[in-house]
């Protein structure tokens, strides 16, 4: 079991530290804590960066360096949740666009509705997959 989160720099002080000196601000790191095992000595708390380990502290070491940031917590759950939301949104949409886009009865053929759904949700839906899907390419 680990426990992590997931971490924006919103601001720095000036700091010497392995991996901590080449943060900017609007960078994200992950914090790492493996509960597997026991503990002969102190936690190890990894740090990843773009999905690599790229540094390790133990508690005290981290929560000095950490003292140098102002960091916020990013919530991946909460922020996937509104990227769906947007697109359901417009998918719900496209009813009012195709039934009565103006108060006016207006039919569109099959083609023409594939055309329409595609222009107002694929950007976005893109968008959403060169996000989420890592190394994945999207085909245009």
């Known amino acids: 079991m680990e426990l992590k989160g997931k971490f924006r720099v919103i601001a720095k002080k000036k700091t010497s530290a392995v991996f901590f000196k080449e943060l900017r601000v609007g960078d994200e790191f992950e914090l790492s804590y493996s509960l597997n095992g026991g503990c002969t000595s102190a936690p190890w708390i990894q740090i990843i960066q773009n999905g690599q380990v790229v540094h390790g502290n133990n508690a005290d070491q981290l929560s000095k360096n950490l003292d140098k940031f102002e960091l916020k ?11 769906y939301e947007y697109i359901i949104h417009s998918i719900a949409n496209i009813d009012t666009i195709f039934y009565s886009p103006d108060g006016e009865d207006r039919e569109f053929d099959d083609k023409e509705a594939l055309k329409e759904i595609e222009k107002l949700v694929k950007p976005d839906w893109d968008e959403y997959c060169k996000k989420n899907r ?4 999207i085909d245009d």
């Open 73 to 83: 917590q990013i919530d991946e759950k909460a922020q996937k949740l509104k990227e």
């Open 134 to 137: 890592k190394g994945s390419p």
